[in-house]
């Protein structure tokens, strides 16, 4: 072989042992490599793009120059495997394992019941476990920001931090600990009432009996590798792949040679730019340049005028570097380093902080970068060098807009950043606002500076720089020139605003939306630094006796200059004991661990996609619809079989059987309904082959018409899936006529992403000679995706066996969706005669499936002076998408539930679910409740507002008191929920914390606290008794070992756990003696999909019944040999040839409803509950912070409180999302904006509320169901409308002390453009509005 094509061997280590690589592709990730050729599957991939933390990994070097080995965790996803050139890498299965030891970390966090679904788990353990490392007694605020990148959708994070926080030192907590007003005081009072009565407990896990972290017990850094560090390899190394070749040069002299050589390669540092791009945005580079061996990068010198860092250095460095000088020189000189410090402790999480580069952020010169602006206005200078020499350059506008006379040459490099000293009389500010406080790329941030003239306030010298308003970041350069010499006062401010609002200036249609909140945030971040510099001026004018004096902040206002804190979240969880009489043995009751949650934490689960590589699998890709509306004149796919490895083409020609429904086709055949609509699939060889080959399909279309996005259109041309739903009750036009007063309003809120960590996906594999297929699945429903497969393949649905292991989450969006990919896999295996695997990414996933369906609701209320709603009239439209699936039920149930809580005598609520061209929403946790809630509480809130009461009075007076008949005349007694209701007032402090919020809101002018209770009576269940039917069977085996098999499916919500209670309960056997393998159609048939809060039940009650029928079988033989065992006794049952092996079968709770009449019993029961929350806003900014949460569910006699508890915080986590920072945006063509965890926010680590106290609250048993508990699965996502009630609460007051009108448009979510444009003032007002028929928008409302 010629040297030029020769390609380096790459060695480095996974869990202690030696990989080398001869042939290594450098397009691989660390991910990929990890998963597919060294089968360590633990480590997950989620999103693919950093955003995360699923697939972390610890990755441990030996500087070569200090000789200290590092550890540090990164996203394997992003990681290029040709980057790990001696280092060492460890994942999950390396840090302990079931078979052989356990890691503190990994039973710490199961045992606190930190898993659920599992998926999120491993990347958990592994952040933990890496801060461990580094820190074996962390501080709590070390394990924040250690988790920061980590998303979990299940648990809402505190039983994680639980887990994470018994490695802590004492924390400092909560300021208010051991005052009395502290939940974890509430805690201590508990247990002690917990001596006194004995049944409440505030104790899901115990300590004692966790192993210690012994550090020396942990893997050594490989002697090989230090070795390697000591010798380091000069060469310059070469890794070849089939398209991409990577050079890594040891030395920089080489590194410039080979810059000159190819100039248009990039440098490849973290990978966290050039990756996405890659991943995302089709860039491509076939040649990629490492500089990670070049040490001189990594050089940091300090002089008496400044900092040089090089450009090598990861953005954890620069923090630790910044964070070190900050503490050593005096504080004037430091104030561009804590600007810097400020964003660095916000940007991304630690992960991403681990990888990226300060030269690979400086140079990325993206538009949102947080650091470029501060770097510019502190003055700071490139350092550039290249085979020619050195240079510098100023890291100024012209640099950051990349305009050719301050731009590198090609063959140049940037060896480091020179940031200088701040001096007297100079101060350096830094802004930033995103969705979220935390791991969100900022709408706008900014950097600014102004140097005095010494002793006065004149400016001298003023730089400001925004991100987020152009393609660049932007220099406000004229007006700050215009602002030299001014005084810094109020006048200056005026100006100021004016001048920047003209320099700074945003089209309506400017990319990425959010116009006029961009515009806000120019002039309010000046404001702040403003204010903030006011403030420094005074602390000045104490040390310098000759300053001149500017006007001071009055206290009012001191509230716009602090940012919210990152709080360690604190709380109790309370439950009820079981009784001291039952027998120990007896698991029902009792906060029993995930029965998987040590395989979640070792990563030795085994989703869908972890099950290994069949021989002859194939992979399939999706060819999905760049149109939202359109005929498909052509599909060309001659190009995409042409690629290597690709196999075949599968259109809907090819489906032996029914292409679905005529509404809702699995494959699109001459018309395409929304974008991502899926028309063709290919097959090849690997996933890369198929997702190449599908770019290479060309679709033509010809668009048709109407095309349809939002409610108001489809009300225009009158799109709808379903007839309207209608419930009355009372005489409402007649009651209208006798109120005091009547308002109407309308409500907007948006749709919700489901965000299952792990996202579609399903293997088919087909058995030779019968026609039969086994399809492994992840879904809530596989005897629907059996039946939908059957019929695709025209084959009877006896021929078909899916299994389900368990499930990355669902939340009810992998009931209807997993059917129609499983159709499409299964006719791909058909036809190929292969094993097929479809995997959807993030984008994908995303884009091809619906959520949660936006609302538009409009009500009339008609009430009396004191509160008291006496007609009501609600009419609501759900945005469906493009095809029916379950919009109709979601509408139903959302009329169904919408009086929540309220007994109004006179009712109207109608609904009706539009046709859209957007993908087809479907169910989602709470199907159509959590809408609803804030619709009805939006409307309460309206009548407080309007009779100058306040909402919980209203909410009080309006609310079910005594046993009484819902809109659709089922009875009930809601004496739970006035308990529930009660319990939160008091145990939230309610009273008296109203009474603080509204002294605080008095004392603070740009910063507002709210607060709101909310009552919730949520119904269980299905409308109808054949949906609660569920069936079981349970073998015993010789050995006395039993398998359960039932309907349920695991999805993290812990029905596994809790039917092995029951089990165990009904066998009188531990429960290790009981063991559940699967969900599987061929040993439980016609099962109904796992959803509507209801399926820990149902399942239960069968596994009851067949373990009743068994033991009655085995009764004789006990009775006869009490004093046996149960292995004796079923070795006797045996050898009596008694049948082992029974069925159970449950019929159904009885339900129904008659929509022609308005009535019917349509749920077998209620849950209650409350929630208090409380806010605090910053009106400049919109951010928010929440404070504390307080719930109480009523749970009656829960199987398992860890379990209900975490499906109660989870949920309302979720909720509190859905409420605040999940926005989805779509184009105007119809095009879905937010496809990953960049665009899409789903609540972190640092969302939880500061104080977050959940109480189970034991009431009158239910006989209905099984051992009187209660299903919780869904109820607690709508009390997360608690927090979007505190939020508008805040923004009230804001707007009573602007003297605005109270009332404004209530748009879920609360995202910080609505909070910030709600509360309006004088910058909301000066800022420029665009004729919205002037302009195209970004992206459109389509609620
Ligand atoms: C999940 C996620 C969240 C993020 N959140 C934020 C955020 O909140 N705020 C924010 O500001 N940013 C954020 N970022 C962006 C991140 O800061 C940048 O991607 C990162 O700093 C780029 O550094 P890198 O080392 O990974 O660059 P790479 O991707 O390795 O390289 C990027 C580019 O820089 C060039 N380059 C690198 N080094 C040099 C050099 N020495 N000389 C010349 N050219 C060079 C390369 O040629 C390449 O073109 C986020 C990124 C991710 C993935
Ligand atoms: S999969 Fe790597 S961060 Fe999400
Ligand atoms: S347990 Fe965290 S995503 Fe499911």
């Known amino acids: 072989m010629p040297d030029q094509w020769r390609s380096d061997e790459l060695v480095f280590f996974v869990n202690g042992r030696k990989v080398i690589e001869r042939d290594v592709d450098p397009e691989v990730t660390l991910l990929t490599f990890l998963r597919k050729n060294l089968g360590l599957t633990g480590t997950k991939d989620a999103c693919g793009r950093g955003g995360c933390g699923a697939c972390t990994v610890m990755v441990s070097r030996c500087d070569p120059v200090s000789k200290e080995i590092r550890h540090f965790s990164i996203t394997a996803c992003l990681v290029p495997i040709c980057s790990l050139y001696g280092a060492a890498v460890t994942t999950v299965e390396g840090v302990g394992s079931m078979k052989t030891k356990l890691h503190p970390v990994q039973e710490r966090i199961a045992k606190s ?215 050593e020189l005096p504080e004037e000189k430091t104030e561009t380093y804590q600007a810097l410090l400020k964003h660095l402790q916000s940007l991304a999480g630690q992960q991403i902080r681990n990888l990226a580069s300060l030269g690979g952020h400086v140079m990325s010169r993206h538009c949102y970068s947080d650091l470029n602006p501060i770097l510019a206005v502190g003055n700071a200078t490139l350092n550039l060098i290249s085979k020619e020499g050195m240079r510098q350059i100023p890291l100024n506008e012209h640099f950051l807009a990349g305009l050719p006379r301050a731009d590198l040459k090609p063959e140049e490099i940037l060896q480091s950043v020179y940031i200088p000293h701040s001096q007297k009389w100079e101060f350096v500010s830094a802004f930033r606002q995103g969705q979220c406080q935390q791991n969100a790329l900022a709408d706008v941030n900014a950097g600014m500076r102004v140097l005095f003239k010494e002793g006065t306030d004149t400016v001298h010298d003023l730089s400001v720089a925004y991100g987020g308003v152009g393609v660049a970041t932007i220099s406000a350069h004229r007006t700050c020139q215009q602002l030299q010499g001014r005084c810094w006062n109020e006048l200056m401010l005026e100006e100021a605003c004016r001048l920047l609002l003209d320099e700074v200036s945003l089209p309506g249609s400017a990319p990425g939306g959010r116009v006029e909140f961009k515009r806000t945030l120019v002039v309010s971040f000046f404001f702040k630094f403003y204010l903030e510099v006011l403030q420094k001026l005074k602390k ?400 309460i809130t309206a009548v407080a507002t309007k009779c100058g009461l306040l909402p919980e009075k209203v909410r009080e007076k309006n609310m079910y008191k005594t046993v009484d008949k819902a809109i659709y005349k089922q009875e009930f007694n809601p004496e739970p929920l006035i308990r529930c209701w009660n319990e939160c007032l008091d145990k939230s402090s309610f009273h008296s914390r109203r009474t603080q919020v509204e002294e605080f809101n008095k004392k603070n002018y740009w910063k507002k606290k709210g607060i709101a209770v909310i009552p919730m009576k949520f119904s269980v269940g299905f409308t109808a008794t054949s949906y609660h039917q569920a069936a079981a069977l349970v073998h015993i085996y010789t050995d006395g070992s039993v398998l359960v098999t039932q309907g349920g499916n695991e999805l993290g919500q812990g029905i596994h756990t809790k039917i092995l209670q029951v089990a165990s309960r009904e066998l009188k056997i531990p429960m290790s003696y009981i063991h559940i393998s699967e969900t599987s159609t061929a040993t439980v048939p016609n099962t109904i999909a796992t959803a509507a809060s209801i399926g820990s039940d149902v399942n239960g009650r069968a596994v009851q019944d067949a373990c009743q029928i068994l033991l009655k079988r085995l009764e004789p033989i006990i009775k006869e040999h009490p004093e046996g065992t149960w292995e004796d006794w079923i070795k006797t049952a045996f050898e009596q040839s008694i049948s082992l092996s029974a069925t159970g079968f449950f019929r159904g709770y009885k339900a129904f409803m008659d929509w022609e009449k308005g009535e ?52 309302f986590i979720q909720g509190m999302g859905l409420y605040t920072t999940e926005e989805l945006r779509y184009s105007p063509e119809g095009v879905l904006y937010s496809q990953g965890p960049d665009e899409y926010k789903i609540p972190t680590v640092t969302d939880v509320p500061g104080e977050f106290n959940v109480s189970l609250l034991p009431s009158s048993p239910n006989p209905l169901t099984i051992y009187s508990s209660k299903g919780l699965g869904e109820s607690g996502v709508a009390l997360g409308s608690s927090v979007f009630l505190a939020i508008a609460d805040a923004v009230a007051t804001a707007r009573r002390d602007r003297d605005v009108a109270e009332d404004f448009p209530v748009e879920s979510p609360a995202t910080p453009e609505w909070v910030r444009m709600a509360c309006a003032d004088r910058f909301t007002e000066m800022i420029p509005r665009d004729d919205p028929k002037t302009f195209k928008p970004w992206s459109i409302p389509v609620a």
Not at 730 to 758: L, R
Not at 810 to 824: D, E, T
Not at 1181 to 1196: F, L
């Open 113 to 327: 019941h930190g898993t659920q679904c599992g998926f999120c788990t491993p990347g958990m353990v592994m952040s933990t476990y890496t801060l461990l490392r580094n820190h074996p007694q962390p501080s709590e605020e070390q394990l924040m920001e250690a988790l920061g990148g980590n998303l979990c959708r299940c648990t809402g994070y505190r039983p994680i931090l639980d887990g994470g926080k018994t490695f802590c030192t004492e924390s400092n907590g909560c300021q208010q600990k051991g005052t009395g007003k502290c939940c974890l005081d509430q805690g201590e009072e508990d247990s002690s009432s917990r001596g006194r009565n004995g049944d409440i407990s505030t104790e899901l896990f115990t300590k004692d009996r966790f192993q210690p972290l012994d550090p020396t017990q942990e893997l050594i850094f490989p002697p090989a590798l230090l070795r390697m560090a000591e010798n380091p390899e000069k060469r310059t190394l070469t890794f070849r792949g089939e398209r991409v070749t990577w050079i890594s040069p040891g030395t920089l002299k080489d590194l410039l040679e080979l810059k000159t050589k190819y100039p248009e390669a990039p440098l490849v540092l973290g990978n966290t730019s050039l990756g996405p791009a890659m991943r995302s945005q089709g860039h491509f580079h076939p040649v990629l340049l490492s500089p990670a061996r070049i040490s001189e990068l990594s050089i940091v010198s300090t002089t008496s005028e400044g900092l040089t860092i090089g450009a090598g250095c990861s953005l954890a460095q620069v923090k630790d570097i910044l964070a070190e000088r900050v503490s």
């Open 1160 to 1211: 019917g019993e349509p749920f077998p029961y209620y849950i209650y509950g409350a929630a208090c929350s409380e806010v605090e806003i910053d009106c400049l900014t919109g951010a928010h912070k929440k404070i504390r949460t307080d719930i109480v569910m009523e749970a009656c006699s829960s199987l398992n409180p860890a379990i209900d508890v975490g499906q109660v915080e989870g949920a």
């Open 540 to 939: 000045l004018v104490r040390l310098s006796s000759d300053y001149l004096g500017s006007p001071e902040v009055s206290d009012l206002f001191l509230s716009a200059l602090e940012d919210f804190p990152v709080t360690v979240p604190q709380g109790v969880q309370t439950y009820q004991r079981v009784a001291p009489c039952q027998p120990l043995q007896d698991p029902v009751g009792r906060p029993i661990m995930h029965l998987s949650g040590l395989k979640h934490t070792t990563g030795e689960a085994m989703f869908c996609g972890d099950i290994p590589r069949l021989d002859r699998e194939l992979a399939m890709a999706l060819v999905t619809s760049a149109r939202a509306h359109a005929k498909i004149i052509s599909i060309d796919f001659s190009k995409a079989l042409k690629l290597p490895g690709v196999v075949d083409v599968i259109t809907a020609k090819d489906i032996p059987g029914t292409n679905g429904a005529e509404d809702s086709k699995i494959l699109a055949v001459d018309e395409v309904l929304c974008v991502g609509h899926i028309i063709c699939a290919v097959v090849a060889e690997t996933d890369v082959q198929a997702k190449r080959a599908i770019e290479k399909v060309k679709i033509t279309y010809e668009d048709l018409e109407p095309i349809i996005f939002t409610v108001e259109d489809a009300i225009k041309h009158n799109s709808f899936l379903c007839p309207e739903k209608k419930l009355e009750q009372g005489n409402i036009e007649e009651a209208f006529g006798k109120v005091d007063q009547i308002i109407e309003g309308e409500v907007h809120i948006g749709g919700q992403e489901h965000f299952y960590m792990e996202t579609q996906r399903v293997l088919v594999i087909p058995k030779r000679g019968d026609q039969e297929l086994d399809i492994h699945v992840s879904t809530q429903d596989p005897a629907h995706v059996q039946k939908t497969v059957s019929s695709t393949l025209n084959i009877p649905i006896n021929k078909i066996t899916c299994h389900v292991k368990q499930v990355g989450g669902g939340f009810g969006g992998k009931i209807g969706r997993p059917a129609i990919l499983g159709a499409i896999a299964a006719v791909g295996a058909i036809k190929t005669g292969h094993p097929i695997r479809l995997v959807l990414d993030r984008e994908e996933d995303m884009l091809i499936t619906g959520g949660r369906h936006p609302l538009f609701g409009k009500y009339k209320v008609g009430f009396m002076k004191d509160g008291r709603i006496e007609a009501l009239d609600i009419e609501c439209f759900i945005n469906g998408g493009c095809t029916p699936e379950d919009s109709e039920a979601v509408a139903e149930f959302l009329l169904l539930k919408l009086e929540n809580a309220y007994k109004i005598q006179n009712l109207r609520f109608r609904g009706r679910a539009c046709m859209t061209n957007l993908a087809s929403n479907t169910s989602f946790r709470g199907f159509g409740f959590p809408q609803g809630i804030l619709v009805i509480e939006s409307c």
